[in-house]
């Protein structure tokens, strides 16, 4: 099991910041890397930008240039910095834990999520 917390997300202006912070709790899983997903308006769940335990970072498209995913895999802490918001980047967003159960294949644990909300 795997307790996934994020926090931080809130309103802001076009061209404004926000930090999202995740905390993971994992218990007998050995997490490989951790991400930020944000919920479309469709309900689908795409890749923001994920962290691997080297330290290794991927981001969408979208968001490159932009928004910044930082922290240590290995303490289950990591950050989303995100500039120069737009409207388009209004979501859900949630952080995902990637990993190896002791006693269990691979899973993949999910936050509760947190609203970011780009508005003038």
């Known amino acids: 099991q795997v307790q996934v917390v994020e926090s931080g997300g809130g309103l802001a202006q076009p061209g404004g910041s926000l930090r999202l912070s995740c905390v993971a709790t994992p218990n007998a899983f050995t997490v490989i890397a951790m991400g930020w997903y944000r919920q479309t308006p469709d309900g689908q769940r795409e890749l923001i930008a994920r962290i691997s335990q080297g330290g290794d970072t991927t981001y969408a498209d979208s968001v490159k240039g932009r928004f910044t995913v930082s922290g240590d895999v290995a303490v289950y802490t990591i950050y989303l910095e995100m500039n120069s918001l737009k409207p388009e980047d209004t979501a859900y967003y949630f952080c995902?834990?990637?990993?190896?159960?002791?006693?269990?294949?691979?899973?993949?644990?999910w936050g509760q999520g947190t609203q970011v909300t780009v508005s003038a």
């Open positions: 995902n834990v990637d990993g190896y159960g002791d006693t269990f294949g691979r899973r993949y644990y």
